[in-house]
Every structure is written in structure tokens, then in C-alpha cells.
């Protein structure tokens, strides 16, 4: 029962980071309405007994990216934030009824699916994970750290001034 | 817990997500917004691997995160050079492609 209720206090704190950061105009404002949703994200992972992927999430996204994200925004000079926050009207009604009809045909689908299941920790889970991961997958972890190196290889090379 | 929350939960924040994608015009924001529309898809994941009792919705996960981590550097990069190139953080303004 109370796995429920974290559930969806944590899922209307992720939604409410999220909503807040939509009408947010100063960028590192967002960012930090970004990090909420991120750790209300990593603790619904931990209540879906997901526990390495929660811990991954909470080192790897609202540690290293949003680090980035920051360092970004602090770095460069030109704070568009400000002045012209916004496209024009017309566009915004457009990309907000875009997204409406997205969540329309996402909540059909949502409709069709009836699976149930009790909540109860699976336990080990982690430990299977890793033998998934470095066992049947290998293969595609191991092309995922050279996506990884040519991500590094590629942004080293797009931002310097010269070679 | 039935299921179908989870997935709505997931759904909403997509849709959150894509909609300040397509109305923010700061370049940094629409990085963000790309991020958490990964994210959202990773709760759906995550709430398939818990309903189904099979681990590979979290080996998907996992995948998600390193390509979330490799988009940020190399968009974050292009931020640094459309800024530097541009002056602004402006989406309108690249539009050098345009023709």
C-alpha cells in the first residue's frame, strides 16, 4: 500500500518537475526542475525493485549529464533566457496541440494493455542484470563503449577551436 | 500498482517533455527536453520489466543511458560551436540549411 501512494506522489513530483520546467525560462532554473524529476524518476525505479538501474539513473543522468547541462549553462555567454524567451504564438499553439494528440494516442494505447501484478521486491535482481548484461549481451555492451568513445571522440573534435 | 498508471506516468512525462521541446526556443533547452523524453521512455521500460518478470526492459535501460550520455556530449559540443559561430542560443537563428 505504501509502495502505491510513493509511487504516485513520486510520478506527480516527476510530472510536476517537468510541467514546472515547461514554463521556465531561465535555463538553469530549469535544470534544477530538471534534476527533481530525475531523482523522483530514480525513486520510482527503486520502488519497482529496479535498484541499478535507480542508483545508474541518480549517478549517471542526475550526476554527469546534468553536471554538463549546468557547466553549459554557466559557460556560455549569450543567455537568450531573458529577452525573447518564447517562439511565436502561433507555433507554440501548434507544437502544444502536437503534443496533445501525442498523449491522446499514447493513453489508447495505454487502455489496450491489462497486465497486473502485485508490487514485491524481486531481489538478486542485480546480480542477474549484471549476468544479462555481460553474458547475452555482451556483444552490444561492448558496441555501446565504442558509441560512448566515438561520443567523446566526436564532441572533442566538434568543440575545439583547431585541430 | 496496476500497470497501465505506469505507462500513463511514462506517456505524460513524454508529453510534457515534447511539448517544451517543440516550444522552447534556447538550444541548451531543447537538449534537456530531448533528455527527458529518454527518461520517460526508461520508466515505461522499467515498468515492463517489473510487470513481465523478464530483466531485458533493464538491459534496455541501461543502453538508453549511455546513448543519453553520448548524446548530451556531442549535443552540448554543438551547442558550443552554433554559440560560438552564431552568438546566440537561438534555435531561429540556425537556419543556415534553409536554402
Redesign the interface.
Known amino acids: 500500500m505504501i509502495h502505491r501512494i510513493l509511487i504516485y506522489a513520486l510520478g506527480g513530483l516527476a510530472a510536476a518537475g517537468t510541467l514546472t520546467m515547461l514554463f521556465q525560462t531561465n535555463p538553469l532554473r530549469a535544470a534544477l526542475s530538471m534534476l527533481v524529476t530525475l531523482i523522483a524518476t530514480a525513486g520510482i525505479y527503486i520502488l519497482l525493485s529496479a535498484e541499478l538501474v535507480a542508483f545508474l539513473q541518480v549517478i549517471v543522468y542526475a550526476g554527469a549529464i546534468m553536471v554538463l547541462f549546468i557547466l553549459a549553462i554557466n559557460t556560455l555567454p549569450f543567455d537568450s533566457g531573458e529577452e525573447k524567451p518564447q517562439r511565436p504564438t502561433l507555433l507554440r499553439l501548434a507544437g502544444l496541440a502536437g503534443a496533445a494528440v501525442l498523449l491522446a494516442e499514447l493513453l489508447q494505447i495505454a487502455l489496450l494493455v491489462e497486465a497486473r501484478l502485485d508490487l514485491s521486491f524481486a531481489g538478486e535482481s542485480v546480480h542477474a542484470l549484471a549476468a544479462l548484461l555481460f553474458g547475452t549481451y555482451a556483444f552490444q555492451f561492448e558496441l555501446l563503449s565504442l558509441l560512448v568513445l566515438s561520443g567523446i571522440v566526436g564532441a572533442v573534435v566538434t568543440a575545439k577551436r583547431k585541430l | 500498482?496496476?500497470?497501465?498508471?505506469?505507462?500513463?506516468?511514462s506517456?505524460?512525462?513524454?508529453?510534457?517533455?515534447?511539448?517544451?521541446f517543440?516550444?522552447?526556443?534556447?538550444i541548451?533547452?531543447l537538449?534537456?527536453?530531448a533528455?527527458?523524453m529518454l527518461?520517460a521512455a526508461?520508466?515505461a521500460l522499467?515498468?515492463f520489466?517489473?510487470?513481465?518478470g523478464a530483466?531485458?526492459p533493464?538491459?534496455f535501460?541501461?543502453?538508453v543511458?549511455?546513448?543519453?550520455?553520448?548524446?548530451?556530449?556531442?549535443g552540448?559540443?554543438?551547442?558550443?560551436?552554433l554559440?560560438r559561430n552564431l552568438?546566440?542560443?537561438?534555435i531561429?537563428a540556425v537556419k543556415n540549411l534553409r536554402g
Request: glycine share 2%.
Open positions: 500498482m496496476p500497470f497501465e498508471h505506469l505507462l500513463v506516468l506517456f505524460v512525462l513524454f508529453t510534457l517533455a515534447a511539448a517544451g517543440l516550444t522552447h526556443k534556447n541548451i533547452m537538449l534537456m527536453f533528455e527527458l527518461n526508461n520508466i522499467v515498468a520489466s517489473k510487470f513481465s530483466l531485458e533493464q538491459v535501460v541501461l543502453m543511458f549511455a546513448v543519453a550520455a553520448a548524446e548530451a556530449g556531442v552540448l559540443a554543438i551547442v558550443i560551436l554559440a552568438k546566440t542560443l537561438d531561429d
